[in-house]
T-cell receptor, first 112, second 113 residues
Framework: SQQGEEDPQALSIQEGENATMNCSYK?????LQWYRQNSGRGLVHLIL?????REKHSGRLRVTLDTSKKSSSLLITASRAADTASYFC????????????FGTGTQLKVEL | SQTIHQWPATLVQPVGSPLSLECTVE??????LYWYRQAAGRGLQLLFY??????ISSEVPQNLSASRPQDRQFILSSKKLLLSDSGFYLC????????????FGPGTRLTVL
């Protein structure tokens, strides 16, 4: 079963607006990561937040983590058409092998 | 710098035929290696991972197998493909012992007809 579930499944916004995606998970984690995937391509790592962190920034990205609610959010500020992609959260749980469990993803479309 | 290669990029195979997908990593040693499958419009499902040569862990029972004959080579195989094996197959690696980001290859699009 999926550890992470993203919400919404699809999001369409205008260029310049902010985009917020949410992720919920079920078990204890070491860290939570966000990835981006352009259509038909491999995934690219965006940001990692550890279980003892609450907020992290990277450029136009802001990630929050609430371990009490087992949820995370990814905010993309001042979106651009080039941000159009699918975004996935992935959790690294306390098991071995540094395995990641991916959510179902949010498809973001940024229109001009 | 490190790079990860997958080939082929696309593959169309008949049902019942064998499969071999290859993944190689350059510029690092003793990485953890992972095979994922992604169905259309869905998230990634972890199929296999390896923490060293000859060490393979299977995450889900299936028609596929994996092998790691060399430190930086990871192979995904099947003796007889099923229609349900169609999908986008991604290989990834991580620095051993470091909880952190996974680096993904470009993927192989497999269509079983």
């Amino acid at each position: 079963s999926q550890q992470g579930e993203e919400d919404p499944q699809a999001l369409s916004i205008q260029e310049g607006e902010n985009a917020t995606m949410n992720c919920s998970y079920k078990t204890s984690i070491n860290n939570l990561q966000w990835y981006r995937q352009n259509s038909g391509r491999g995934l690219v790592h965006l940001i990692l937040i550890r279980s003892n962190e609450r907020e992290k920034h990277s450029g136009r990205l802001r990630v929050t983590l609430d371990t009490s609610k087992k949820s995370s959010s990814l905010l993309i500020t001042a979106s651009r058409a080039a941000d159009t992609a699918s975004y996935f959260c992935a959790t690294d749980t306390t098991g071995g092998g540094n395995k990641l469990t991916f959510g179902t993803g949010t498809q973001l479309k940024v229109e001009l | 710098s490190q790079t990860i290669h997958q080939w082929p990029a696309t593959l169309v195979q008949p049902v019942g035929s064998p499969l071999s997908l290859e993944c190689t990593v350059e510029g690092t040693s003793n990485p953890n290696l992972y095979w994922y499958r992604q169905a259309a419009g869905r998230g990634l499902q972890l199929l296999f991972y390896s923490v060293g040569i000859g060490q393979i862990s299977s995450e889900v029972p299936q028609n596929l197998s994996a092998s790691r004959p060399q430190d930086r080579q990871f192979i995904l195989s099947s003796k007889k493909l099923l229609l349900s094996d169609s999908g986008f197959y991604l290989c990834a690696w991580i620095w051993t012992g470091r909880g952190g980001e996974q680096f993904f290859g470009p993927g192989t699009r497999l269509t079983v007809l």
